[in-house]
């Protein structure tokens, strides 16, 4: 007879056999469709994590676009802004630089010499007015996206007169250092994309020393890249006699990670009242535009150093400032000078008279009309505004060659979307400015359009 803990050891096994069975029984039965129902949910499980994945992109992808839609607006904002006040601040300046003019020829005439201070002081007028002008250029070139003309030129003489408009900017802890190998080297440039470099480069390397302050220097050397030069080895696109302009400072550095993004558009790391990341995006366009090319070495704590290569002119040109000295041509024709800006127009209507023209002028454009209409032949050329009350100026040409089909107009102006030189010269305008105009480049115009 058996124990009953055998007993209890022989159920147990037929249990777990039975069990087992059963077990067998339902794997064989379900076993099949649990997998592939298990198969179906990882698919749909991997399809919902593609979808969540294609959204998070998608919305990321959305904000980004929104943020380069907002900044394409801002420039957009700006460009228009700029467009909507150069008119009137280049009427303003035309005034500041007409009077100025007007100014120097009556103190060179009560002057017993040559050397007349007050002349002197004035020539400083001029130039600072000259300049702001090319600056309003600047911006409205940059809101088009348009090219500035270049010219040849001298780079240490530009690089030493940004400098010194820098140096009003700069606190007294910062020291400039300079050293201008070459005075007479040429490059083909324009001067106010040149003072931005050295504007943009400058503000940056005072924000890079402003806690401690430090030493910003600035260098121009000449320099030859050979065919096998090894600092052409994926630095310089064509070997050649190169100007390179060193802009260096002493302050905090930047960190690879930076380095890296230093020319992105929009990209800064000063706070956001502080910087748009356009300085260093400018700067790297107008390199490129100049046919340059930028390159910049910084380690944390050790400063920064940006050289900047541009290609030098193999033989010396005329430039503006050795051109200067060439006479004014003068004339005697009569002439009828159109502005709404009172000012201006009395400004430009003495200019023109000291030039020896006749000059009769009015504010009106419609007043202006009549008198032409009343007697056309009188005149022997018209200069005319383009932005005007009740008659712009292409309307007012293509009125005035109804008329009197030959007759040499001539259309200026400070800021207008509605022309430029090529729609004003297909209208029949003999000549196109641009505001505001020194006294020297009103003659050449004139003179120029009654020669041909």
Not at 148 to 159: A, E, R, T
Request: hydrophobic share 40%; glycine share 6%; aromatic share 6%.
């Amino acid at each position: 007879m058996k124990k009953p803990s055998e007993c209890d050891d022989a159920r147990e096994k037929l249990r777990q056999s039975i069990i087992g069975l059963g077990e067998r029984s339902i794997r064989k039965s379900y076993y099949p469709e649990l997998q592939q129902r298990i198969a179906e949910l990882e698919e749909k499980n991997q399809e919902l994590q593609a979808e969540i994945t294609e959204r998070m992109e998608a919305q990321a992808s959305a904000r980004k676009l929104g943020r380069q839609l907002q900044q394409s607006q801002k420039m957009e904002a700006i460009g228009t802004l700029a467009g909507g006040i150069a008119h009137d601040f280049n009427n303003i300046l035309a005034i500041i630089m007409g009077n100025t003019e007007l100014a120097k020829l009556h103190a060179k005439a009560g002057c017993e010499n040559r050397n007349c201070p007050v002349s002197f002081d004035l020539d400083n007028i001029l130039q600072a007015s000259e300049r702001a002008r090319d600056l309003v250029r600047q911006i409205l070139t940059f809101s088009r996206q348009q090219d500035n003309d270049k010219v040849p030129l001298q780079l240490g003489p530009v690089i030493k007169e940004a400098l010194a408009l820098l140096r009003a900017s700069l606190p007294q802890s910062i020291e400039i250092r300079t050293r201008i190998a070459c005075q007479d080297a040429q490059i083909l440039a324009n001067v106010t994309q040149l003072h931005q470099i050295i504007m943009n480069l400058g503000t940056n390397a005072h924000y890079a020393m402003r806690e401690t302050g430090g030493i910003l220097v600035v260098e121009v050397e000449q320099i030859e890249i050979g065919l096998f030069d090894k600092q052409s080895k994926g630095l310089l696109p064509t070997p050649g006699r190169y100007l390179l302009l060193k802009v260096c400072d002493n302050g905090c550095g930047m960190e690879q990670s930076v380095l890296d993004k230093i020319f992105d558009p929009y990209f800064t790391t000063k706070p956001l009242t502080q910087g748009t990341g356009m300085g260093l995006a400018v700067v790297h366009g107008i390199v490129k535009n100049h046919e340059g090319l930028i390159a910049v070495y910084s380690e944390p704590g050790k400063g920064t150093s940006f050289s900047i290569y541009f290609p030098q002119l193999s033989e010396k040109q005329s430039t503006p400032s050795q051109l200067c000295h060439k006479e004014i041509p003068l004339g005697t024709e009569n002439i009828l000078l159109v502005d709404d800006e009172v000012m201006v127009a009395r400004m430009e209507a003495e200019l023109l008279e000291s030039l020896g023209y006749t000059v009769t002028y009015e504010t009106d454009p419609l007043r202006a009309l009549q008198i032409f209409t009343a007697n056309p032949e009188a005149y022997d050329l018209i200069f005319t505004d383009m932005t005007m009350p009740h008659m712009n100026g292409l309307v007012f040409t293509r009125e005035v060659l109804t008329i009197r089909p030959k007759i040499p107009v001539i259309l200026c102006t400070g800021f207008s979307e509605l022309v430029n030189e090529a729609n004003a010269l297909s209208l029949g305008a003999k000549a196109f400015a641009m505001k505001p105009m020194v006294r020297k480049s009103i003659a050449e115009i004139i003179r120029k359009v009654f020669d041909r």
